[in-house]
């Protein structure tokens, strides 16, 4: 398996773009999460589904930023408008309840978005 | 709310000697524990998870334990390498929801 796949891989983009962030998880996971990963703040979890069905959007720091997941190979993490503030590390990590894996969580290699 | 704190914040060690990395939660009603690498500028990569009713887990080197009533757990690597400089996380998860808590990481050097 390729592992979880997030793209891009690096995003540059002016404050007030918009930023569309992609993930697809390990095939076979039902769980899908993103999360954010920040100096300040370590590793904060945004959002996650099951099933392709959002469970916890909690962590979703405001209304400029959506998640879908229209398909059980696909999820986008969208911001609009961009902010400096939003300038961090987002990772994608997929799990599945399995008898030896149970949640045992895989992550993509992140995407690196740095608004200016 | 569940807190996970990680101590020391950083480690510099000289090859071959044998470490301990502390991972401590508040709530103890967990349904597991996973330790994680983290190399600069790249993704985590999941080293060992432990159950709930598990007391250990170990893989090559590392030997990881959990103490639930005491919200603890030791990552142990023994006979560091340059290799095994890294940043290493601790995650719980919690009996309910899919909610993954992380703590602020131990950042590891073992030098040559």
């Known amino acids: 398996d390729a592992g979880v796949i997030q793209s891009p891989r690096h995003e540059v983009t002016e404050m007030g773009q918009e930023v569309t962030l992609r993930c697809k998880p390990i095939?076979?996971?039902?769980?899908l999460f993103w999360y954010r990963q920040t100096m300040m703040r370590g590793l904060e979890l945004l959002i996650y589904?099951?099933?392709?069905?959002?469970?916890?959007d909690s962590g979703m720091p405001e209304d400029r930023f959506s998640a879908k997941m229209p398909n059980a190979s696909f999820s986008t993490l969208k911001i609009q408008p961009s902010e400096p503030r939003d300038s961090a590390v987002y990772f994608c990590?997929?799990?599945?309840?399995?008898?030896?894996?149970?949640?045992?969580?895989?992550f993509g290699p992140g995407t690196r978005l740095t608004v200016t | 709310k569940q807190e996970v704190t990680q101590i020391p914040a950083a480690l510099s060690v000289p090859e071959g000697e044998n470490l301990v990395l502390n991972c401590s939660f508040t709530?103890?009603?967990?349904?597991?524990l996973q330790w994680f690498r983290q190399d600069p500028g790249k993704g985590l990569t999941s080293l060992l998870l432990?159950?709930?009713?598990?007391r250990e887990q170990t893989s090559g080197r590392l030997n990881a334990s959990l103490d639930k009533s005491s919200g603890r757990s030791t990552l142990y690597i023994a006979a560091s390498q340059p290799g095994d400089s890294a940043t290493y996380l601790c995650a719980v998860k919690r009996n309910y929801g899919q909610n993954f808590v992380f703590g602020p990481g131990t950042r590891l050097s073992v030098l040559p």
């Open positions: 095939s076979g996971h039902d769980y």
């Open positions: 589904f099951n099933n392709n069905v959002p469970i916890d």
């Open positions: 432990i159950q709930s009713s598990q």
């Open positions: 709530d103890s009603a967990i349904y597991n």
């Open positions: 990590a997929s799990s599945s309840r399995t008898a030896n894996i149970n949640y045992e969580q895989y």
